[in-house]
C-alpha cells in the first residue's frame, strides 16, 4: 500500500529555517505532482506547495513564496521544503500528499498523505 512518511518538523525561533522531508513508496513517485499542505488549530488546510513530476513547474502560496523552497529527488521517491524566516504564522502540521499541482487543486489535499509532522515557531 501506499506509504508517505513526514519527518524534520520540530520547535524553532521566529527567523529560524527548518527543512521538512517525506519518503513515499507504494507507488511510482515520479508518475505524481506532489505537495506541502499546513493545518494550524482551528484553521483551515492550506495548500503551501507543489511541484510536478520533474520539479520544473512550481508553485507556492502567497503566504510562504519567497520564504519556502520545494524539491524533490525521484531517485530517492523523496520531497522536501526548505523554510526559511519561519514566523508564527508558520506554526502548524505539516503534510505531504500526491496532489495535482495547480492554483486550484492545492485547495483540497490529494488521496495520498502522511500522518504530518509538526513545526512550532516561537515569537
Known amino acids: 500500500q501506499v506509504q508517505v512518511v513526514e519527518s524534520g518538523g520540530g520547535l524553532v525561533q521566529a527567523g529560524g529555517s527548518l527543512r521538512l522531508s517525506c519518503t513515499v513508496s507504494g507507488l511510482q513517485f515520479d508518475d505524481y505532482a506532489m505537495g506541502w499542505f499546513r493545518q494550524a488549530p482551528g484553521k483551515e488546510r492550506e495548500g503551501v506547495s507543489c511541484?510536478?513530476?520533474?520539479?520544473?513547474?512550481?508553485y507556492y502560496s502567497a503566504s510562504v513564496e519567497g520564504r519556502f523552497t520545494i524539491s524533490r529527488d525521484n531517485a530517492k521517491n523523496t520531497l522536501a521544503l526548505q523554510m526559511n524566516s519561519l514566523n508564527a504564522e508558520d506554526t502548524a502540521m505539516y503534510y505531504c500528499?500526491?496532489?495535482?499541482?495547480?492554483?486550484?487543486?492545492?485547495?483540497?489535499?490529494?488521496?495520498?498523505w502522511g500522518q504530518g509532522t509538526q513545526v512550532s515557531v516561537s515569537s
Open positions: 500528499a500526491a496532489n495535482k499541482c495547480t492554483r486550484e487543486s492545492m485547495k483540497t489535499i490529494g488521496d495520498y
Open positions: 511541484l510536478n513530476w520533474s520539479g520544473a513547474y512550481q
